[in-house]
Every structure is written in structure tokens, then in C-alpha cells.
């Protein structure tokens, strides 16, 4: 047989491998559990929902917990009655507001995904080893309520240590044609497309000092009711203390008549938790914003 077949012999066999691993025959567990929960979730006019970590028992790894909580949410993905929230971002918002906040356990970060995210619900649960399998424990949470939707549970493949330790590293990739892409595939994106807070925020790095301290004055402008909105919320959750900021908020924000807006808006949401909510990608904009606000205060003495 010419070398050729062989690689391509090769590359069908690691193929085969694969898609008769572990993790895609415990696939199905997965997919079922995550129905069930969707189905519940719906009936429930649960409109927002967020898979929180799972916790490890009985010798169960963080691997095998993440695995479980990444696997539901893809699942839980692309209902049209349901959203659900990126766990990159719920991460990322529990982190932010731990940092300033006396408060934890389940009740502190229930309240703020309640407030800060405008989640109804969400996804926890625990995973058990059980020999070569693992037993996948989920319980859909009502935040409002602390009423448990649904507790189900399903059985799946336990992912091998050694799975991909590099047992096909020596294979030589066969030499399979590669279709033809359109053309206009590789047509860049239009600026117009783009977002302009993300971008902003992340190619600000080259520009000088006043440069950047201009943007961000922009950035402020147009985000000073989201940020608004941060705060008041983040003022509110149980714990907090002003006293352990290294600076008020807003006083970040040159323009005077921003701040001005900054800090009515902030009064008014305060007092009416109710109207303070976002939506999750201002949020992601706010955290952007501040992060490039501490880089450029380090670089350029913004404070």
C-alpha cells in the first residue's frame, strides 16, 4: 500500500478513536439532563439562566466538574424562550464584585445575579465518581425564591486521565484534500460590524497618554449609565464597604458634566434597586472600561 493510504488509514483510525471516546458516548447523559432542565426552565418563564460551577465529591476531580458544567451549557445553548448567560462573563462578574464585598456564600452571589445579571435561575449541582462513570447530580434554582425547579440526574463517561496524552502526537497528518473556501470568507470584517467598546478597550495599548485619557473620556460618556447602573447595584450587595476602595466611583471620569450624570444616575438607581439591572454585555463593556482605566492610571497617572 503506498504511504499515502497509510496516512490516510491512520488518520480514519484516530478519527474512529475519538468519536468512540468516552466523552462522546457519555454525550447522551449530557444531552438528556440539559432537555429536562430547558423543558423546566421553560415552563417556568425562567427567561434567564446561568450554569455555576459543580462541586467534586467523593474523589470526583475539578476536571470532571467542569467537564459537566461546560456540557450542560452547551446543551442549554439556543433556546429561543430561554437565554443563557456566558460563563466566562458570570465568572467574571462574581470575581469583580467579590473583591469589594465582605458578603459570600450562596446568598450573597444569588442576590447579585439576580440584580447585576437579571438572572431567574440557575444551574448548580454535584458530580460523584462511580468506577469508570460518573453520576451528574443538577438542580435548576429559582433565584427569586430559593425554590429548587427540578433535581435530576444522569449517568456519564468518566474522562481518562491519558485521553489525549499525546498517544497519536507521532501520526502524520494525511493528506486529505481541503475544499476551496469562498472568497468573500476572507474578506475582512467591516468596521462598521464591529464593537466599538470591545475594540476600543482593547487597542488602546499603542496610543499615547492624552491619546488614551481622550478615549477613555469617550468610553465614559457613553457608558455613564451602565455604570451607573455597576454601582448601584454592586453598592447593594450585602457586605459592601465604601471604606475599602482605594477611590470613590466616578471619580475616574474627567469630564465634570459626566461625573454630574454619573452620580445622579447613581443616586437614582441606588434608591430604586428595581431600575438598576443591566444588560450582560454592558456589562462586559463596564469591566473592560475599568480595567483600562487601572492600566492607564498606572501608565499614565490618571488619578
Not at 76 to 93: C, M, N
Not at 181 to 188: S, T, V
Request: proline share 5%; hydrophobic share 45%; charged share 25%.
Amino acid at each position: 500500500m503506498e504511504p499515502r493510504g497509510l496516512k490516510l488509514i491512520a488518520g480514519l483510525a484516530a478519527a474512529c478513536a475519538l468519536a468512540s471516546s468516552p466523552a462522546a458516548a457519555g454525550a447522551a447523559g449530557y444531552k438528556e439532563l440539559s432537555a429536562r432542565l430547558l423543558r423546566s426552565a421553560e415552563t417556568n418563564a425562567v427567561k434567564k439562566i446561568a450554569v455555576l460551577e459543580f462541586s467534586a465529591r467523593g474523589g470526583a476531580g475539578k476536571s470532571d466538574t467542569e467537564y459537566a458544567a461546560e456540557k450542560i451549557g452547551l446543551y442549554l445553548a439556543g433556546s429561543k424562550k430561554t437565554a443563557l448567560i456566558e460563563r466566562a462573563l458570570l465568572a467574571r462578574v462574581l470575581k469583580e464584585t467579590r473583591l469589594s464585598s465582605a458578603a459570600g456564600g450562596l446568598a450573597g452571589e444569588a442576590g447579585i445575579l439576580k440584580n447585576m445579571l437579571s438572572l431567574d435561575a440557575v444551574v448548580t449541582g454535584s458530580v460523584f465518581p462511580d468506577g469508570e462513570k460518573l453520576k451528574v447530580l443538577a438542580r435548576l434554582i429559582e433565584l427569586k425564591t430559593g425554590r429548587v425547579l427540578l433535581a435530576a440526574e444522569t449517568e456519564a463517561e468518566r474522562l481518562p486521565d491519558d485521553l489525549f496524552d499525546g498517544s497519536f502526537a507521532g501520526m502524520e497528518p494525511f493528506d486529505a484534500p481541503f475544499p476551496d473556501m469562498p472568497a468573500q470568507w476572507n474578506k475582512p470584517v467591516p468596521a462598521a460590524a464591529r464593537d466599538f467598546f470591545r475594540d476600543a478597550v482593547s487597542d488602546h495599548k499603542n496610543q499615547s497618554c492624552p491619546d488614551r485619557k481622550s478615549l477613555l473620556a469617550k468610553l465614559n460618556a457613553g457608558l455613564v449609565d451602565a455604570k451607573a447602573r455597576y454601582w448601584a447595584v454592586k453598592m447593594k450587595t450585602p457586605g459592601f464597604n465604601l471604606a475599602g476602595l482605594t477611590k470613590n466611583p466616578g471619580s475616574e471620569i474627567a469630564d465634570s458634566g459626566v461625573k454630574a450624570r454619573f452620580y445622579k444616575l447613581l443616586t437614582a438607581y441606588f434608591k430604586d434597586g428595581a431600575s438598576a439591572p443591566h444588560n450582560p454585555e454592558k456589562i462586559s463593556a463596564v469591566l473592560d472600561l475599568m480595567e483600562m482605566e487601572k492600566r492607564v492610571s498606572d501608565e499614565c497617572g490618571l488619578y
